[in-house]
């Protein structure tokens, strides 16, 4: 079964990845059980399987390469690529990422979660000084109330990105809506759209927070 991104019936900028492969990493990720350093290899793991599927309209040119037989005309990828981590958890998505793809730029957003007022508060912005000559693939494991993604995602814009792409493993549908209000245009592929968020903010069920345990903090 090859995978299959799909639209979400009730989410239009959303793209669902369905294969058994990421359904069961999916499931060890959830487990609370699962060592730090086993979670972080799923997460690498599960960004490469997604990164096919959020890189598939990317833009290709005709070139001209000799093959050990004949001269051929062969397809490239049209432009550079940047892979842009929302620190921390999303290291581990990006290393997923550059596996598949490591001729990609990589920059850096840093945000934390204000846990009162859930809103996040920046403290960190690294990008290559032509970032918006081509794709641009923001990563972060979990999408909750979309705040980080759309302050990330307004800083790219600012920037003039416009060819933008989100990959996370998990999302609420409280952040997929908000991104849907701000950035229409912005699709985003995740590996599964949980129930929703509880008081403090947090996806339900979820996996937990994905930095604490990727790194194997309290």
Do not use: W
Not at 6 to 12: S, Y
Request: hydrophobic share 45%; charged share 20%; net charge neutral.
């Amino acid at each position: 079964m090859p995978p299959v991104d799909q639209p979400h019936p009730e989410h239009g900028n959303l793209r669902l990845l369905r294969h058994p492969l990421v359904e069961d990493k999916l499931t060890r990720l959830r487990d609370a059980a699962t060592p730090p350093a086993e979670f972080r290899s799923l997460l690498r793991q599960v960004a490469g399987l997604l990164t096919m599927a959020a890189t598939a309209d990317l833009s290709l040119q005709d070139v001209q390469v000799r093959t050990p037989m004949e001269a051929t005309t062969a397809r490239r990828l049209a432009g550079p690529v940047t892979v842009v981590p929302i620190l921390r958890a999303g290291l581990a998505l990006a290393d997923g990422v550059l596996d598949v793809l490591p001729e990609a730029r990589v920059g850096h957003f840093g945000m934390y979660r204000d846990e009162a007022a859930l809103v996040p508060v920046p403290y960190y912005c690294k990008l290559p000084s032509d970032v918006a000559a081509g794709a641009v693939l923001l990563v972060d494991p979990m999408v909750a109330t979309g705040g980080s993604a759309c302050h990330a995602l307004a800083q790219l814009k600012q920037r003039g990105c416009r060819r933008l792409r989100l990959m996370c493993l998990v999302a609420a549908p409280q952040g997929i809506e908000r991104l849907a209000e701000h950035h229409p245009d912005v699709v985003v592929h995740a590996a599964a759209l949980d129930r929703g968020l509880d008081a403090r903010g947090y996806i339900v069920p979820g996996l937990g927070d994905a930095g604490d345990r990727a790194f194997g903090t309290p």
